[in-house]
């Protein structure tokens, strides 16, 4: 099968949906492109600093034939289109279309599926209300007329539009008008083959005696980009009052430009703590590591892949729920304490460290949890199966035109 992916932003360094479902797919036989900008650095993506003169250019990493174009249109860092992708779609000839996120290039892609109509197109999609519509003039125009505009061209070629958490299904329905029946929840999976070597090869003891982290102690993992949204702080915070038990924190990650205020501030809190362990940016590699070298993760609020992560090594895991984002569906084996909007303080947080710290028999019914998740839910060997079905859907009506599939928009 041959896969034509879309997205605005690929580092096929990183440890993101995109790159494992192209990988995983990779691995199973099949082929695959992937269009992207000429955005190199995730930070440089997020905060939007684009380099309008960086070249387009194609390469093969991982055996993925990687496509980097530029913008034809870059409106305010928000509304962007790359050049025109008719030829690459053309000359690929893609079974599937996967579009991460919704793309201004779907005009060309329903060209393509309405020139080939064995062709099919999928869609995942990141935005919830956590994220994305923030004010009137982003709920308004940006979603509520732009991308809206663009993704009533493609939702009866959509085959499936896939959500990654809950609140996304939410933030579709209010703001576009999407079904239920035109949706499936696709949760961030992870690359579980690494993740079992890792912890069978128990690399996360070397971490342990690098840090000079006794083998008794206790081991707690926190991380990320340092935002504001995530409240890192309060993980030191409350690792610093519970200075009675021999525990330690592994604090992964580092500060956007975007917040130096905050990055600072995450790192001020542990200031003079030796029990604190800041790591700095890790790899796949590097993240899974210092996962195994911990007993239990703490993510204080927003979700990020690192969740999932964590669960796919094991952990019990302590999170707080911010709202629209709905964590449960990461708990079906009650491996996760989900604290409620008004939980999440210093205090509350140190409180279910202390419990888990002290309580071996908990960790170890949480952790037998974790592994459950982890093999019914985010093995991208299993999940990627929802994504490659609608290429064995019949393609096409006696005349010849693409039939729509059964969540065809009115």
Known sequence: MKVVMISDFFDENLEYQENLVSETCIKQGHDVTFVTSTF?????????RHDATAAPSTYVAKGIKVVRLRYRWNVMNK?????????????????????????LNFPEAVR?????????????YHADRTNSGKNWLSRTILHGVIRRHYLSQARRYLSK???????GMDFLREHYGVRDSEMELLPLAIDMTSARRIREEKQGCNLRAKLGISEGDI????????????RTELAITAISKLAHLPIHLIVIGEGEKSYPDYSAKVFATGQGLPNVHYVGWQDREGVFKCLDAADFAVFPASQSVLWQQAIGMGLPLVVGDLGGQDPSYLNAHDNM????PDEITAER???????????ASLRERMSRGADLVADEYLDWDKVI??????????????????????????
């Open 112 to 124: 393509h599926l309405r020139r080939n109509p064995s062709c099919r197109m999928i869609m995942d």
């Open 40 to 48: 190199r650095s995730v930070f440089d993506y997020l905060t939007d």
């Open 161 to 167: 539009i896939f959500p990654v958490v809950p609140g």
């Open 385 to 410: 199966q929802k994504v490659l079905r609608f290429v064995e859907i019949p393609a096409a009506s006696p005349g010849g035109v693409l039939t729509p599939s059964a969540s065809k928009a009115n």
């Open 349 to 359: 947080i140190s409180e279910e460290i202390s419990r888990l710290a002290v309580d």
């Open 79 to 103: 509304i962007r289109r790359f050049t025109p992708i008719d030829g690459i779609l053309d000359s690929e000839k893609p079974d599937l279309i996967y579009a991460h996120d919704i793309t």
């Open 337 to 340: 304490v989900i604290l409620s």
């Open 219 to 230: 081991v707690v993992f926190t991380g990320g980009k340092f935002t504001p949204l995530k």
